[in-house]
């Protein structure tokens, strides 16, 4: 009797740890299941992070893929710089804001937009107005130009044109909005400290849509 006891104990525990492993064997089954639809998930994210990455549009290129040079990315920046240093302020920073903008004109721009925005500045001030442009990024045009009317011949022109919107605020109340084509005419010059981009502004013009 005492030999069946023995061996009725030890089947017990075998069923036990029988039993065990089959816990753990379902548990490690549905962990690795988990892992497996997180990494699905993560590989799917990754894919749709890059056929939505952010692309430049070149005119007159031919399809595929298409990666901008360094000097094309400088002058992307260089524009976008000009266009909210001259378009978004309010009426408290936009005098130091246009006092480091013109760091970045030619001569003869600077001599047409002083007398402009030291008007503009005047009225900002007196109006107590703000203003925010918001461009539409899919507008931007990019093209080489000829130099302008009295611009320094030697150098290379482009062309930076965006559609967007300009709104005039005062207080927290939008008073009047309007829809504008920007055009840029851009100078290459060269990069340093003081201008990381190496363009200068060479022609501001506006144009209502």
Known sequence: MEFIARAGSFIDRSHRVAGFFMVATVCLGFIAMSLSQSNASLSNEIERLSNTRQVYIVPGSQAGFYAPSQSEMLL??????????????????????????QKFFTPSMLLDAKPFYAERIKDAKQDEHSSMLVVKRNTIKIKQTSAPSGGDRGFSYYEYSVEGKRQDIIGSQIVAARDIRIILTV???????????????????EESL
Request: proline share 4%; net charge neutral; aromatic share 18%.
């Open 187 to 205: 100078r290459q010059s060269s990069i340093s400290q003081t201008n990381p981009w190496g363009f200068v502004l060479a022609k501001y013009r």
């Open 76 to 101: 992307q920046n260089f524009g976008e710089y000009i266009l909210q240093s001259l378009n978004t302020y309010t009426y408290n920073n936009l005098e130091p804001q246009f006092a480091e903008t």
